[in-house]
Structures are given as structure tokens and as C-alpha cells.
């Protein structure tokens, strides 16, 4: 395929899913009818979701330790299964959101606006970072280093916060699931 179709599919597959999160963050569409039972496992997606973003945070600085020492074979391996994994983690998002639970943050004050902070800067850069970290796959893939070292000055320190504020925005509101 040519870079064309290429940024053709990652502007899809972003506008796609940029999509599909706001209807469920909106509540526009729920899997489940109100009053319907949610099949258990669902409950345990949240803490899923901060295990895989943790995970993901994890190989991220990993990553970058390996290409510092001009590993690119591990750097190349751990960012692919840092991709999948951050994949799973957006199914799993998926799913649990298409069920229309919802959970409130009830802290209170300084802490509640932190959280709020931390929420909206980690959902802005997550709609942010899939289309930089596709065309850093693309270019890095590729091996067209110089185009992949200038997307990843930007696609990195963004996917890296964002995979540290998931963490951190469930260890926050985890307290308030009524589930």
C-alpha cells in the first residue's frame, strides 16, 4: 500500500473510533437496556484497563531505554506488544462503556479538580495520540527513521501520559464504583 492509502486508514480508523467514544461517553447507545443485568466480568474491565495502560507505561520507558541503546530489534518487539496491548485496552474501554454503567467522581475541593485536570487532559491527548502513534508505527515500520524519530517527539511523552493518567484516573475514581 502506498503512504496515500495509508493516512487514508489511519484518518478512518482515528475518526472511527474518536466517534464511537463520544456516542458512549454521551450515553447515545448502551448494549443493555436500562435495568438489564451486565454479565459480571464487565465489573472487572475498569481495573483491566488500569492494569493494561500500567503495563503499557511500563514498556513505553522500556522502549526507549532499548532505541537509546540502539536496540531497535526489542525497541521494534516491545512497541508492538505495547500496541496490542493498548488495542485490548481500547476494546475492553469499549465494551464496558456500551453497557451505560455509570460512575461519578464524589470527591470534593481541591482533589476533585485535580481529578477533572487530569481527566480531560487524558481524554483529549488519548483522541490525540492514536493518529501520532499510527504514523509512528507506519514510519517506524517502514524504517524511515528520520520521519519516525519527528512523529515520535510528539507521539511518545502523549502516549506515555496518557497511559499514566488512565492509571491514575481509576485509582481515583475506583472508590466511588457502586458495582
Known sequence: MNDKIIFRLIAAVSVVVFAVVCILQAKLITVFPEGAIVPSWVY?????????NGTCSVFLLISLYQIKKRNI????AINIVTFILSSM????YIIFH???????YGGEGLI????YFILITH?????VVLPL?????HSGLRMNVLRHRKLVRWSYPIWLYVTVTGVIVYVMISPYYTF
Open 73 to 76: 530489534q526489542a525497541h521494534k
Open 112 to 115: 476533585r479538580h485535580i481529578y
Open 44 to 52: 472487572f474491565l475498569p481495573k483491566l484497563n488500569a492494569i493494561l
Open 133 to 137: 502513534v499510527l504514523l509512528s508505527f
Open 89 to 92: 485496552f481500547l476494546v475492553s
Open 98 to 104: 456500551a453497557t451505560g454503567i455509570k460512575t461519578t
Open 123 to 127: 481524554i483529549i491527548l488519548a483522541a
